[in-house]
């Protein structure tokens, strides 16, 4: 029915999607973009809060983009004597020994800047990747409008004869334009002009450009950011001036995982043909505007150049050691040797919305008196579960696999089955579940344990149960069949 994600020995960094689970770091950030420094991998993203609270810069670095490092506030406002309304969209870049981040701030509206305000994209620099960084030129780099573009969410890119670009643009126009061999001044073309522009078919903003096999590949984001449409595209073009013609939209909410997906960058691992598309999406639970969170998922490339869709994958091999995405109900849990291990009666739910699914994980129970599983198209979950509703497929430390259908906190059977016992050794629990007909699975993936036809729940969120202290579960997925 569908490729199980987690039980496939992968080369180093060779992932389907980010193994250790999608938000790959804890809290509110948006708009990423991404460097390699010395063996690292760097995520510079925004602090998403109200403008007003937008007054610093994190960053995240990572050797295997599974263990993330925070390096706290590389950049605040208090640095940018200029800035002062919020700083967002970082986007890095290393050149002469020196470490660059460009910015928006104070997000100044057309002919603001005739009536005297400032604003716009500044450019700050440091000794180090994690800063701190420190303005630059004491003023914006581009603090006016040109060709209709409001000066925010930029990116800069050096080309492969060491001329650097920065690409910008709100307000649904894209400009390019050069970079100086100092990087904090803007050069001019051969006809003397400094800004041109490049705007493709539905570009709203969030420009991000990469090379790859000679081709240059322009995407960025169409939707408005706080709705669940946010979206991204790409152009195609041979040369870095374009014409760049959309080709696709390649990322956007699904319904089952998370809304408002896009404003990206792309990690390429070095040497390799292996591309990462990082961005932020919104949980489907969440109504705020400003609660967003990084995820990152494999980008592929057709035998064409073009590429393809972009699938959101859900996944957690609690390899980090974090649990983080998880909302916790009843008994603590904790990771341990990379498995959420119980503390007691408890429950983890992840926030998604699947029907049709294949979900697997490997569990185990530490003796007879505990139960432990995986929930599906579940809802109202509580600490007090009372009022639950959903499937939970379960084994036993006394030998048997269980299929339960549980209304308003209530269990009921709907199917049995036996296991020998085994206790404290995961075993590989696999749920298909495609419209009413349900299959449980148990180390055996062909033949299913359990198979039954209920339609009391047809969507819902995915999580994990356990009765009792010790239950482990490791290598968790969730997929569309």
Not at 266 to 284: A, K
Not at 294 to 304: E, I, P, Q, V
Not at 385 to 398: D, E, H, P, T, V
């Amino acid at each position: 029915m569908a490729r199980a994600l987690p039980f496939t020995r992968r080369p180093h960094l060779d992932y389907a999607t980010a193994e250790a689970g999608n938000p790959f770091v804890d809290g509110w950030y948006a708009d990423p973009d991404t460097e390699f420094y010395d063996g690292k991998y760097w995520v510079f993203p925004t602090s998403s809060y109200k403008y007003e609270e937008q007054t610093y810069l994190d960053a995240f670095s990572s050797p295997d983009l599974v263990n993330w490092e925070k390096h706290e506030k590389i950049l605040m406002t208090k640095d940018v004597k200029w800035a002062t309304k919020a700083v967002w969209a970082p986007a890095p870049i290393s050149r002469n020994g020196k470490y660059y981040i460009y910015f928006g701030a104070n997000d100044i509206q057309e002919g603001q800047p005739e009536a005297g305000v400032v604003g716009g994209i500044g450019v700050a620099i440091a000794d180090k990747p994690e800063g701190p960084y420190v303005d630059a030129i004491g003023k914006p780099l581009i603090g006016k409008y040109h060709n209709g573009a409001q000066p925010i969410d930029q990116d800069v890119f050096i080309d492969d004869d060491g001329q650097a670009y920065i690409f910008y643009g709100g307000h649904s126009h894209c400009n390019i334009a050069k970079l100086n061999d100092d990087m904090v001044s803007i050069g001019q073309f051969d006809d003397g002009t400094s800004f041109k522009e490049i705007t493709p078919e539905g570009y709203v903003e969030g420009t991000q450009m990469i090379k790859r096999n000679g081709k240059y590949y322009l995407m960025w984001s169409e939707g408005g950011w706080t709705g669940p449409n946010y979206s991204v595209s790409y152009a195609i073009s041979d040369s870095v001036m374009g014409p760049f013609t959309k080709k696709a939209k390649i990322l956007q909410q699904d319904p089952a995982v998370a809304k408002g997906s896009g404003h990206n960058g792309v990690i390429r691992v070095p040497n390799t043909d292996i591309w990462y598309i990082i961005y932020h999406r919104r949980p489907l639970s969440e109504t705020d505007g400003n609660h967003r969170v990084l995820a990152y998922d494999r980008m592929y490339f057709n035998k064409d150049g073009t590429i393809a869709p972009i699938t959101m994958l859900v996944k957690d091999n609690f390899a980090d050691g974090q649990a983080v995405g998880w909302k916790q109900y009843g008994n603590k849990w904790s990771v341990v040797d990379k498995r959420l291990t119980s503390s007691g009666a408890a429950v983890a739910m992840l926030d998604t919305n699947f029907g049709d699914l294949v979900y697997d994980a490997t569990v185990s129970v530490p003796h007879s008196d505990v139960e432990a599983g995986l929930l599906f198209r579940a809802s109202k979950a509580s600490d007090d579960l009372g009022q639950l509703n959903g499937y939970y497929a379960k084994i036993s430390g006394r030998g048997s696999v269980t299929l339960e259908k549980v209304t308003n906190g209530t269990s009921s059977l709907l199917a049995q089955g036996d296991l020998p016992i085994v206790l404290g050794v995961e075993r590989h629990l696999r749920i298909t579940a495609v419209a009413s007909e349900i299959n449980v699975y148990v180390e055996d993936m062909q033949t299913p344990k359990i198979t039954t036809i209920d339609n009391s729940f047809l969507t819902g969120a995915d999580g994990v149960r356990s009765s009792g202290a010790g239950a482990r579960f490791g290598s968790v997925s969730v997929a569309k069949p």
